[in-house]
């Protein structure tokens, strides 16, 4: 092969011309342990005229070999570049941090140097990880070390902000430093809680950079970047992202003198080695997140933060009662967009307003989070005249200026015309229910004159209601009281005769007084006599027949008569069985007065018995 | 007690003259609705009507053409709060019914009933088929023909016709024991003033009867709620299916 090389070297000789020298200089390693070797290699780019390269100085490192030289050539888009590589193997001579002195050399009146580089060399016995950190120039100070176990790889992650605001966006990108990898594939994007995460497109292949760092080349592909949004406040942390990496491993071969010779990159091929699978973390990353200032903060302002603007449409200006109007509020920019909510909407008490149709469209194509929001609400007016549906302010954060702004849009006047003829059971909507009751229009009103009734007003304060149902108990109560009247009539004779005495008396005199009118005087007089001791005796129960003066006298006095009545009854009775034996003896007149007094004294007796 | 029965006459008299004065306005009032709701001018009828309950008179008839007055103006709320109205003195008018089932397909929210007990159904059908004046008419018709048919029966040899008169006594009976315990229930659900409509388009119902205290849900018009507590200016409102909270009181009308 190198013969190969040698050969196109003669042939495009004459090819070449004088360009700038590139040079650089670098290491396998920079941590040693005192026994180990390093290979330190010069390169040297852009010229066909090699000058010679010196060796490496200094006190801290012996040559053990080399210089090993090599150059190649190379034809792209029929440009060439022509390259030497000089490689020496080097031994620390003392542990600690020892320089690889710069070396310089002059090219056509030029003078080059390469960086000096430093290598940390420390005993065998101590871990080889002590040393790790102070070689890894840290991002930012709070940045935990990142867990370097292998050299020839390992994953760096970048934030492009570590201190935000809530809702301000952070790309972090994750850039894969290898050396000998073949391929590799994600195997866990980072969990990040307390953020929203947003993936830009990755490729397949992605472009492949060489960089240099602390002295070693590494290839570097950036792999992966990702967009956070921090949804709360305080410290947060990304977690590491970790990948799968294909490893070309050299195949392990005898030391000997060829070692230089095919110690190559050349050979450094998968034909010539084994791969093995790696799996690599980046750091986890600290963000600090601060709460949005209070200051100037709007009233309707939703957590927005970025830059935002507004637009509103609506398909019409002019319509009918009913007809449903299409209204979209288009917010878009750059930000959080997964967090917008658009402020409460004012429409008119006259328009109905159905739940809106939402539609997010996140855009990572750019170098940020953009997108857009749409909001489509259907209206329906539901009553005839000029609507006028309110400017919407919608506020947000812009995190680059430290302020708030309010995006705004516009006004819509709209004339509802109305619907004529139309009833109201077609306007109210669509809904299943009234499909089959379309067309059809509440019952028309009643017109006949109804009973009115007094407010507060109920059965009970109806005065018919108690006085026919008084009327009824009445009815009731009387018919019980007739049943017990008759029948005590039929079974108590002393109650009997005691209810019907006054009766009785007023027979007896109204028999006595046509006895009178006809002149039996004598028959007058015991008919009188009968009436009063009759009545006498029926009220009082005593024995219809053989009931003297006297008799009637004491039972008056046991009922504790006025003893005036009893006098008079008395004398009444003697008078009558006078008169009776001595017939005809008396006027008419004085009969009559006779008849006036039975009837006072069956009156006054009445009262008391 | 001819002069009671008298002055008793005379003060029904008086009051039907009295009553028939004020009737004849109310029933002007009435024709007068009527007649503007015939020219679709709702807003006038809606006036006339509403003049009439505030002169303190009311029929179901009258919430019944008041309701579709305010149909027809668009106020569902209040077209439903008096078809309720009317419903309660006409519980089985069909007009009212039909009316406000499609005054009710206007009303935003929709609340499932629960479905009822199909007894506890058939009670309530039972029930709404008079209102507490019409059962009092059964109330009273059955206990006069039962005081009657009692007091022939008892007092009077009746002979063959005694099974008859027997028989139509203890039918009217029974009626009489039906028809009290149906009265007293309507006039119960007559006199009942715990359930409301909204009458606002929305209401934002909260958590305690502060303005400030924290919103638990929307009703809109339309939507019937329990009342079950008044403090100050708000009404504690359930709804049928169970959510309680404070709505201002000027936003529900009480049936």
Request: with cysteine; glycine share 6%.
């Amino acid at each position: 092969m190198i013969l190969k090389q040698f050969l196109l070297l003669i042939i495009f000789v004459s090819f070449s011309f004088a360009k700038d020298i590139k040079m650089s200089a670098y290491v396998d390693r920079t941590q040693i342990t005192a026994d180990d070797v390093i290979t330190f290699t010069v390169e040297v780019e852009g010229t066909t005229d090699f000058p010679n390269i010196p060796t490496p100085g200094g006190d801290d490192f012996v040559v053990i070999s080399g210089p090993s030289q090599s150059s190649s050539i190379q034809i792209i888009n029929g440009s060439m570049t022509s390259s030497k590589t000089v490689k020496w193997r080097l031994a620390p001579t003392r542990t600690g941090k020892l320089e690889i002195k710069s070396i310089g050399f002059k090219h056509k009146r030029k003078t080059y140097k390469t960086n000096p580089i430093f290598i940390t060399v420390v005993d065998k016995s101590r871990k080889f990880a002590s040393g790790q950190n102070s070689q890894q120039p840290q991002k930012s100070p709070q940045q935990p070390a990142r867990p370097k176990t292998e050299h020839e790889l390992y994953l760096e992650a970048t934030p492009s902000k570590t201190t935000v605001y809530k809702g301000e966006e952070i790309d972090v990108s994750f850039d894969l430093y290898y050396k000998n990898v073949k391929t590799f594939s994600r195997k866990k994007l980072p969990d990040a809680q307390g953020f929203w995460m947003e993936e830009f497109p990755t490729r397949n292949n992605p472009d492949v950079t060489t960089e240099v760092v602390n002295g070693i080349v590494y290839k570097k592909a950036s792999i992966q970047r990702l967009a956070f949004f921090p949804t709360k406040t305080g410290e947060l942390t990304i977690d590491p992202m970790i990948i799968d990496c294909e490893v070309i491993v050299p195949r392990q071969r005898r030391k000997s003198l060829f070692d230089d010779f095919f110690d190559d990159s050349f050979f450094s091929d998968s034909f010539f080695g084994s791969t093995k699978i790696k799996t690599v973390a980046s750091q986890p990353i600290k963000i600090i997140v601060k709460p949005l200032p209070e200051e100037g903060k709007l009233s309707n302002f939703s957590g927005a933060v970025g830059k935002f603007s507004i637009q509103s449409t609506i398909d019409t200006l002019e319509t009918t009662q009913d007809q449903a109007l299409t209204l979209k509020y288009k917010i878009s920019g750059i930000g959080n967009i997964n967090a917008l909510k658009l402020p409460d909407l004012n429409f008119p008490k006259s328009v109905e307003v159905f739940e809106p149709k939402v539609e997010r469209d996140v855009n990572n194509k750019r170098n940020k989070i953009q997108g857009t929001v749409v909001y489509e609400y259907v209206l329906i007016p539901r009553r005839a005249g000029n609507i006028t549906l309110p400017a919407l302010f919608f506020s947000y954060f812009d995190p680059s200026q430290a302020k708030y702004h309010r995006a705004v849009s516009r006004t819509f006047n709209i004339n509802v015309r109305s619907q004529e003829k139309l009833f109201a059971s077609q306007n109210l909507g669509l809904r299943k229910e009234e499909i089959s009751l379309l067309g059809e229009d509440i019952r028309f009103i009643s017109r006949e004159n109804p009973t009115w009734y007094r407010s507060n007003s109920s059965i009970f304060s109806e005065a018919w209601f108690w006085i026919v149902n008084t009327f009824t108990l009445i009815i009731v109560l009387s018919a019980v009281g007739f049943r017990w009247w008759t029948e005590k009539m039929e079974t108590n004779v002393a109650f009997a005769r005691r209810r019907k005495a006054s009766s009785t008396a007023q027979k007896g005199l109204k028999e006595a007084k046509k006895v009178m009118d006809v002149g039996d005087k004598e028959t007058f007089f015991s008919f009188l006599d009968h009436a009063i001791i009759g009545y006498i005796s029926d009220r009082l129960g005593l024995s219809t027949s053989g009931v003297g003066r006297q008799e009637i006298e004491i039972k008056l006095k046991e009922r504790n008569v006025d003893v005036e009545i009893i006098k008079n009854t008395d004398s009444l009775l003697k008078r009558l069985d006078l008169e009776r034996f001595s017939s005809g003896a008396l006027s008419d007149s004085d009969c009559k007065s006779l008849f006036e007094e039975s009837q006072n004294i069956i009156s006054s007796l009445s009262k008391v018995i | 007690m001819g002069r009671i029965a008298n002055k008793i006459v005379f003060l029904i008299l008086l009051a039907n003259c009295l009553y028939a004065g004020e009737s004849s306005d109310i029933l002007f009032l009435f024709e007068k609705g009527n007649e503007a709701y015939l020219n679709e001018d709702y807003k006038e009828s809606v006036n006339r009507y509403e003049s009439i309950i505030a002169k303190g008179y009311e029929s179901g008839t009258l919430y019944f053409n008041l309701g579709n007055a305010y149909y027809k103006s668009g106020n569902i709320g209040q077209a439903i709060l008096n078809y309720e109205r009317a419903l309660k003195w006409l519980p089985n008018d069909e007009n009212v019914t039909v009316n406000l089932k499609i005054a009710n397909l206007g009303v935003k929210d929709r609340i499932d009933t629960p479905p009822e007990f199909f007894l506890f159904r058939w009670y309530k059908k039972f029930v709404n088929l008079f209102s507490s004046r019409g059962w009092a008419i059964w109330v009273t018709l059955s206990a006069i023909v039962a005081a009657l048919s009692f007091t022939l029966s008892w007092n009077l040899d009746l002979r063959k016709l005694r099974f008859l008169v027997r028989f139509i006594m203890y039918a009217s009976i029974v009626v009489f024991l039906v028809a009290l315990p149906e009265m007293v229930q309507r006039y119960r659900i007559e006199t009942n003033h715990d359930y409301g409509i909204i009458i606002d388009y929305s209401v934002k119902s909260l958590a305690a009867p502060q303005g400030s205290s924290t919103e638990l849900f929307i009703v809109h018009e339309g939507t019937k709620v329990n009342i079950l507590d008044q403090d100050r200016d708000w009404y504690k409102i359930e709804l049928i299916d169970g959510k309680q909270g404070w709505i201002p009181a000027g936003s529900v009308g009480i049936i």
